[in-house]
C-alpha cells in the first residue's frame, strides 16, 4: 500500500525565506504525487500535482516540486514566502496498483509566516 | 466550470442525534464522488467514494453512511451520532476513474457533536 509521510507538522519561516515543505513516500510502483493547501476552514485547494510527465512540477501562488526518486521524495517550495502563504499543507499519493481512485494523505505541515 | 456545494458549512448536533450532510457537483456528468472527515491534529480519512448512482464504498467500518440518490449528489448520513464523529468534514469529485485524475474538495462542514 502506498502511504505518505510529511516530516514536521509545523513550519514557520520568515517572510520572504524559502519556504520547504517535506514529503517522503512509500511505493512499491511508479506514484502519482500531489500538494494541496488548506486555508482555515475551507476545503482542499490542489497546488500542482505529479504524474510522471516531468520530475520538477510548477504550481500555483509560486509553489513547485521535485520528484526525486532515489528519494522517494516529493519536497514542496517556494522561492520567498508571503502572508499569504499561511495555511495547512497536505501531500497525497495515488498508485497504479490501486483497485480505486483513493488518496492517501499525509497528516499535513502547517505553515505560519513571520512578518 | 465545475463546482462543488457542500451544506450545511457548520453543524451542532447532540449525542444520539440524526445527521445528513448534502454534497452536490455543478457542470460535470457521472463525478467519482468522495467523502472524507479530518479529525483535530489528524490528517484526511477516506470515508466513502462512489464511481456512480447506487454506487457506494466504504473504506472505513463505522456508525455513518452514505448514499447517491441522483449522479452529481453525495449524501452522508447517520442514525446516531457519537462524539468521535466530531470533525471536518469533506467532500470530493474526480472526472475520471484514473490514477492521473485530480480531486477536487468542496469547502466543507464543520461537525460539532456535544
Known amino acids: 500500500a502506498q502511504s505518505v509521510t510529511q516530516l514536521g507538522s509545523h513550519v514557520s519561516v520568515s517572510e520572504g525565506a524559502l519556504v520547504l515543505l517535506r514529503c517522503n513516500y512509500s511505493?512499491?510502483?511508479?506514484?502519482?504525487l500531489f500538494w494541496y493547501v488548506q486555508y482555515p476552514n475551507q476545503g482542499l485547494q490542489l497546488l500542482l500535482k505529479y504524474t510522471s510527465a516531468a520530475t520538477l512540477v510548477k504550481g500555483i501562488n509560486g509553489f513547485e516540486a521535485e520528484f526525486k526518486k532515489s528519494e522517494t521524495s516529493f519536497h514542496l517550495t517556494k522561492p520567498s514566502a508571503h502572508m499569504s502563504d499561511a495555511a495547512e499543507y497536505f501531500c497525497a499519493v495515488k498508485g497504479l496498483d490501486f483497485g480505486n481512485e483513493k488518496l492517501t494523505f499525509g497528516t499535513g505541515t502547517r505553515l505560519t509566516i513571520i512578518p | 466550470s465545475q463546482t462543488i456545494h457542500q451544506w450545511p458549512a457548520t453543524l451542532v448536533q447532540p449525542v444520539g442525534s440524526p445527521l445528513s450532510l448534502e454534497c452536490t457537483v455543478e457542470?460535470?456528468?457521472?463525478?467519482?464522488l468522495y467523502w472524507y472527515r479530518q479529525a483535530a491534529g489528524r490528517g484526511l480519512q477516506l470515508l466513502f467514494y462512489s464511481v456512480g448512482i447506487g454506487q457506494i464504498s466504504s473504506e472505513v467500518p463505522q456508525n455513518l453512511s452514505a448514499s447517491r440518490p441522483q449522479d452529481r449528489q453525495f449524501i452522508l448520513s447517520s442514525k446516531k451520532l457519537l462524539l468521535s464523529d466530531s470533525g471536518f468534514y469533506l467532500c470530493?469529485?474526480?472526472?475520471?476513474?484514473?490514477?492521473?485524475?485530480?480531486?477536487?474538495f468542496g469547502p466543507g462542514t464543520r461537525l460539532t457533536v456535544l
Open positions: 470530493a469529485w474526480s472526472r475520471l476513474a484514473g490514477v492521473q485524475d485530480t480531486q477536487y
Open positions: 511505493s512499491s510502483v511508479p506514484p502519482y
Open positions: 457542470g460535470t456528468s457521472n463525478p467519482n
